[in-house]
């Protein structure tokens, strides 16, 4: 079995106008989301601004909030994001590295301006 290795990936579909990102849930199983390009242009460069994001993509409801601290009452230090998804009464809820999100980021503007085996 070929194993899942990065706890981020996207795929940038140009042609279909479709952008893949994938969350790693364990080495064997990942939860996929679909956004359009636009509305990727949008999450990948609000995730990490204070007010996070509150919006829906492709009918996934996000919030995305980047943390500096743990929940309450200890409040100790961290640096993550959290990436909640909601669709028809289910959510995900997913605490990701922060350096993985930009990661993803730099790969994203990797991938728009370079041709892809897939392109």
């Known amino acids: 079995m070929l194993n899942f290795t990065s706890n981020l990936k996207i795929y940038l579909f140009k042609e ?15 939860t996929e989301y679909f ?3 636009d509305e990727f242009n949008e999450f990948i460069s609000s995730w990490d601004k204070p007010q996070g994001i509150n919006a829906v993509y492709s009918g996934v409801h996000w919030s995305v909030l ?35 999100m930009l990661n993803v980021k730099k790969d994203y503007f ?10």
């Open 16 to 30: 279909k106008n479709k952008v893949s990102f994938s969350v790693k849930i364990s080495d064997s199983l990942v």
């Open 66 to 100: 980047h943390k500096t601290t743990t929940a309450r009452p200890e409040a100790g230090s961290a640096n993550y994001v959290r990436l909640t998804a909601n669709k028809n009464g289910i959510g995900m809820h997913h605490r990701v590295d922060y350096l993985d």
């Open 110 to 119: 990797y991938q728009q301006n370079n041709k892809m085996y897939w392109d």
């Open 35 to 37: 956004f359009t390009i």
